[in-house]
């Protein structure tokens, strides 16, 4: 049987990282239905209506599977880390409930947009999804400058081991929440542009008919154009949030460079190879800057290298993939004006899905795992913060009953969804 530790580590992982894929694309698609009603709205042209209407569908399979998901995720704060919310859950409280206020918002005004395509004005119907959206990406700001204040805690007094005074607003002014938030921001909307592309890919794959069916054609280049736009944008944010991480948290990059020692000339590693001196020049501009190794600290301070250095490696790794991916679309696009009848190219869009999802797993792996042995930074060590109730393990069991229900179910539906025939749309473009 799994000790306390291990099993409550091991549910929170799970459920994140279960969440965190619902999450993305409850973010990111709400804006893709709005320029596509907009563009239906300005053109009268009934491919994109259809277009809406589909895609709409299978946001309230994901948004309801990522509200459960979401729940459990948030009672298994008090369940499994009692002495973390005891202590500091009135510090980083308010970011919580400002979420379920953006949650509740975007459940209300998502029925009215579910319900109200046939009872209400096109237009005031492009209105209800407005708040979908803003709010989507609302839920997730708040959420993840808590996590930034578990990694950079300020805006609180502590006096033996007691919280005194906190500042309201502690997780909003957080050193880590600026480029945390862009970054995740970022993240689902490249997840969901990929995402999006990969599924229209996969079917012109399977029927090159739909290759040239407006239907298709369209989605497949929504989807990415949004991911091949984010992509460099992302690539700038990851090394903003990388220099910050050097400066607020230095061990933690330590463990993302897999750096035993502090030295200069430190080496960027990719894999087992070294370059040397690279690193103290991408972090400091050149290469006799000193970069903190893990010796700063003592070995049971030092969080596990192996898991964040390559799941570091792997987020970098697909990032600068999706960026070549997106400047192979624009030089095919712009040599041939075409890129639908590429086989290998419409194989690659189907990659970037899965692989931009992966991404973002090992991102959240190396931001939580390269915190650790702290559940908040230098002030509370995971295995303090746990329950010492017996039997927590059987939590875990639970939790991947629970969501291996929901994942089923979440497949059969999408499959109906997908198999269902599409409105009558008689513009086709020509071969």
Sequence with gaps: ?????????????????????FAVFGMGLPWLLLFLESRWIRTGDRVWYVMARRWCKAFAVLF????????VLSFEFGLLWPTFMERYGGVFGLAFTLEAFAFFLEAVFLGLYLYGWD????????????????????SA??????????????GFVEENGVVVSAEPIAPLIAPAAPHQVVHMLLAALLCTGFGVAAVYAVAMLRDPAKRHDAYHRRGLAVGLVLGAVVAPVQVVVGDWAVRA?????????????????????????????????????????????????????????????GITHYSFDLMVGIGLGLLALAAWALWRWRRKGDFFDDRWFLRAIAVSGPASVVALIAGWIVTE?????????????????????????????????????????????LRRLAKAPIEKVTEKVPA
């Design 64 to 71: 309801a599977v990522g509200a459960v998901s979401g729940t």
């Design 141 to 154: 700001l708040f959420v993840t400058t808590a996590n930034a204040w578990m990694n950079t805690p300020v």
């Design 245 to 305: 991480v050097a400066d607020q948290q230095p061990v933690k990059l330590a463990a993302f460079e897999a750096l035993e020692s502090s030295r200069t000339n430190a080496p960027l590693a990719i894999g087992p190879v070294e370059l040397r001196g690279v690193l103290s020049w991408l972090l400091h501009g050149r290469t006799d800057a000193v970069v903190t190794g893990l010796d700063v600290v003592p070995p049971e301070d030092r969080p596990p290298v």
């Design 1 to 21: 049987m799994l000790d306390n530790l291990t099993a409550a580590r091991e549910q929170m992982a799970f459920s994140l990282g279960f969440h965190i894929v």
């Design 119 to 138: 009872r209400l004005s096109p237009r005031a119907h492009w209105w209800t999804g407005v708040p979908v959206a803003l709010s989507g990406m609302a």
């Design 369 to 413: 795992v390269g915190r650790q042995p702290w559940i908040v930074h230098m002030r509370l060590r995971t295995a303090d913060a746990v329950s010492d109730q017996p039997g927590l393990y059987w939590y875990f069991y639970g939790t991947l009953v629970v969501y291996a229900v929901l994942a089923v179910s979440l497949t059969t539906i």
